[in-house]
């Protein structure tokens, strides 16, 4: 499987959990409603009021409707479980997807560099080679068994393996790093100790709060889910781009990271969009194309503005070379600058020449977001297609990278 399989599926996977969860959320709380709704209306209807000076107001249930009571009220409690349980499953399915993908990433390393099992401990007798019958299914054993060994270790062993074997800094995000060993030493306490925090989870992760002990117990809030699924998926992003890097060095690698970006900069993920293309940036020095570099440095401008942090905005555009850009990038940085008479200039002119800019871009781009709401624009789509503009969010995003569909 080629690098770029191996990360574009897994990020797919990433955020298909991601978005999950919020669905099941809504569905078992749409279930736990009906469910007291209907305990309610069996209150009411089957049981007898009484009231007590000592314990209040309550309910005699008869004999005859005690079987029923006792199995609404088993319903209730047994999802009441499964709203508990629920999230802690969705972060033991979130790292067992990032394991699935750290082997088969340490698999496109050996079969690109096999001399990298010259250093494992990892050997074959006489009798083992005997039952291949070719060079290549023993390196495959092997690799396997390397695959295998890796993946029994640690997390933070797995990004320790990527270093030793192909001479690489993954620490320089220290608090990154930090909050992936955390949720993976919580999907550890969720799998083999029911969320019970053990002395093995504070030694990895720090005794860094008074409520965090042992013996606690700890769950996953929708906020927590979020921002664990965001971790995993910039951890997968840095290690699959910097390996690709190290191994088969080419454009194709920001082009990628450019392309993941702008998903996530239509899917309104602007944070994990801006270090994507902060990363894209700066850590590739001998990848330097310039359109390319314009595309990232564009999107990158678009996410601080959509953040509401105008001048990172601005700083972005200022270092770009606008005198070398071709029509659409001059139509980019003048709605980024809400420059909307001017933009809706260029888009006429480029009607008139070479079409970059049609129907499809104007409705679908992220870019043009601010724009689509003034009179102006709406005239003009009226004026050139004959039908209202109406945006509806994409469900199939192209990957090929050009101008067209990273803007």
């Not at 996530?264 to 194309?289: M, P």
């Not at 999107?299 to 105008?310: A, F, G, P, V």
């Amino acid at each position: 499987m080629e690098i770029i399989d191996i990360l574009n599926k897994t990020v797919s996977a990433i955020d298909a959990i991601k978005n999950t969860l919020p669905i099941s959320a809504t569905l078992y709380e749409q279930l736990h409603n009906n469910l007291l709704i209907e305990y309610n209306r069996f209150l009411e209807t089957k049981c007898e009021k009484i009231s007590d000076k000592e314990k209040g107001e309550g309910y005699r249930i008869p004999e005859s409707q005690f079987t029923r009571f006792i199995r609404i009220k088993e319903k209730i409690s047994k999802l009441e479980i499964s709203l508990n349980i629920a999230p802690r499953n969705y972060i033991i399915s979130l790292i067992s997807q990032f394991d699935f993908y750290i082997g088969n990433l340490i698999r496109y390393v050996l079969n690109k560099q096999p001399e990298i099992l010259n250093t494992s401990d990892r050997k074959l007798t006489f009798a083992d080679i005997k039952k291949f019958d070719s060079i290549e299914k023993a390196i495959t054993y092997l690799i396997e068994k390397e695959v295998d060994s890796v993946i029994r270790c640690s997390h933070d062993d797995h990004l320790k393996w990527f270093e030793k074997k192909l001479n690489i800094n993954l620490r320089s995000d220290k608090k990154l790093i930090e909050e992936f060993i955390e949720i993976t030493e919580r999907r550890n306490l969720f799998t083999h100790c029911d969320g019970s925090v053990n002395e093995s989870y504070l030694e990895k992760v720090g005794r860094n709060s008074d409520t965090i002990v042992v013996g606690s117990k700890l769950s996953v809030s929708p906020e927590y889910f979020q921002h664990s699924c965001d971790v995993i998926f910039l951890i997968v992003v840095y290690l699959g781009h910097i390996v690709w890097n190290i191994l088969d060095p080419d454009d194709s690698i920001k082009k990628n990271l450019n392309t993941i970006a702008y998903e996530q900069i239509q899917e309104e993920n602007y944070n994990i969009a801006e270090n994507i293309l902060n990363f894209a940036l700066n850590s590739f020095g001998k990848i330097r194309i310039l359109a390319l570099d314009t595309m990232l440095k564009i999107n990158l401008s678009q996410t601080y503005l959509w953040q509401e942090r105008d001048e990172e905005s601005k700083k972005i555009l200022s270092e770009i070379d606008w005198s070398l850009c071709t029509e659409e990038y001059l139509i980019a940085k003048a709605v980024i600058e809400r420059d909307f008479r001017t933009a809706i200039r260029m888009i006429k002119e480029d009607n008139n020449k070479r079409k970059v800019i049609g129907k499809n871009e104007l409705i679908e781009w992220p870019l043009f977001k601010e724009l689509r709401k003034t009179e102006e624009f709406k005239e003009y789509f009226k004026k050139q297609y004959g039908e209202n503009a109406i945006v509806q969010k994409r469900q199939n995003i192209d990957t090929e990278v050009k101008i067209s569909t990273m803007l």
